[in-house]
């Protein structure tokens, strides 16, 4: 066997290691757009055979590589209403979902109004982050949050995650500030994948100033919610449910600058970012 297809081999028995290391935690992150992930994967599978399968007296060079221009489709804002209005209240689920990482009781279920806004301030050590919620496009989502905040499950918790390059979002709402935490129940995606007709991996950008639930596969919405301070494609599987004040994109403007631990682009904020309270009204 020659040192390059020994090598590609590894190379590929590492790469399935890491597929398969990756956690629950994982699973709640925002991903970048899921077709650009696919085919970086493609790249790096299709790369690793070809190393694998040159001989090890052959060698690359800079003359025998070709660029090729590949068209960049255009992504589309996220519309931030309804294409249809909802009945005035709906009945919400919220089914029993692992342990709770703190103590919070189930919101209620019927008669939820799907008309108005909530506002719920986020109060940390960086600067207030105002939020106001839309039960228009999102009342189950809205419905819990509000709950949330009422019973301080957000108060004294980290916003564990912060991205800084393909998507732009601070990650919040997990009490244990691993990223893996919730409430011990779980509830369903509203808006916009609930208009959907069929799943989409159609990217869609989420605009600066919006707010998003992040989740871990469909239907599994908890407490863990997403702040975009910038545009950020994503596919349309995280339920838009409100949007950041002026105010409190200042604050996320300045905990960006900040950066990310250790200069990554994605990982826990450089600078601490804790909700001391979340307030409502």
Same mark, same amino acid.
């Given at each position: 066997?020659?040192?390059?297809?020994?090598?590609?081999?590894?190379?590929?028995?590492?790469?399935?290691?890491?597929?398969?290391?990756?956690?629950?935690?994982?699973?709640?992150?925002?991903?970048?757009?899921?077709?650009?992930?696919?085919?970086?994967?493609?790249v790096?599978?299709?790369g690793?055979w @070809?190393?694998? !399968?040159?001989?090890?007296?052959?060698?690359?060079?800079?003359?025998?590589?070709?660029?090729?221009?590949?068209?960049?489709?255009?992504?589309?804002?996220?519309?931030?209403t309804?294409?249809t209005?909802l009945?005035?209240t709906?009945?919400?689920?919220?089914p029993?979902?692992?342990?709770?990482?703190?103590e919070v009781?189930?919101?209620?279920?019927?008669?939820?109004?799907?008309?108005?806004?909530?506002?719920?301030t986020l109060?940390t050590?960086?600067?207030?982050?105002g939020m106001?919620l839309?039960?228009?496009v999102?009342?189950?989502?809205?419905?819990?949050?509000?709950?949330?905040?009422?019973?301080?499950y957000?108060?004294?918790?980290?916003?564990?995650r912060?991205?800084?390059?393909?998507? @732009?979002?601070?990650?919040?709402?997990d009490?244990?500030g691993?990223?893996?935490?919730?409430?011990? @129940?779980?509830?369903?995606?509203?808006?916009?994948?609930?208009?959907?007709?069929e799943?989409?991996?159609?990217?869609?950008?989420y605009?600066?100033?919006?707010?998003?639930?992040a989740?871990a596969?469909?239907?599994?919405?908890?407490?863990q919610?997403?702040l975009?301070?910038q545009d !950020?494609?994503?596919?349309p599987?995280?339920?838009?449910?409100?949007?950041?004040?002026?105010?409190?994109?200042?604050?996320l403007d300045?905990?960006?600058?900040?950066?990310?631990?250790?200069?990554?682009a994605?990982?826990?904020?450089?600078?601490?970012?804790?909700?001391?309270?979340?307030?409502?009204?």
């Open positions: 066997m020659t040192d390059n297809r020994k090598r590609g081999e590894d190379a590929l028995a590492q790469l399935d290691r890491e597929l398969k290391s990756r956690d629950r935690a994982e699973k709640f992150r925002p991903a970048k757009v899921g077709a650009a992930a696919a085919a970086a994967i493609l790096i599978v299709g690793i @070809f190393l694998s !399968s040159r001989d090890s007296d052959e060698e690359i060079t800079a003359s025998e590589e070709t660029t090729t221009s590949v068209e960049t489709p255009t992504v589309e804002p996220l519309a931030l309804r294409a209005a009945p005035e709906v009945t919400c689920e919220y029993e979902a692992g342990d709770a990482s703190r009781s189930t919101p209620a279920t019927d008669d939820v109004p799907t008309t108005g806004t909530v506002n719920v109060n050590g960086q600067g207030p982050i106001e839309d039960r228009t999102a009342p189950c989502t809205v419905n819990a949050i509000e709950h949330f905040a009422a019973e301080s957000y108060d004294d918790t980290v916003c564990h912060l991205t800084t390059s393909g998507i @732009f979002v601070l990650q919040c709402g009490p244990s691993t990223g893996a935490g919730g409430p011990g @129940f779980q509830f369903a995606n509203e808006y916009p994948t609930d208009e959907l007709t799943p989409s991996a159609t990217p869609v950008i605009p600066r100033g919006s707010i998003a639930m989740n596969g469909p239907d599994t919405n908890g407490s919610f997403f975009n301070y !950020s494609p994503l596919a599987d995280y339920t838009y449910f409100g949007q950041i004040s002026e105010e409190g994109l200042a604050t300045q905990i960006a600058a900040t950066g990310v631990e250790g200069g990554a994605d990982g826990a904020p450089a600078e601490e970012v804790r909700i001391e309270t979340a307030a409502l009204g």
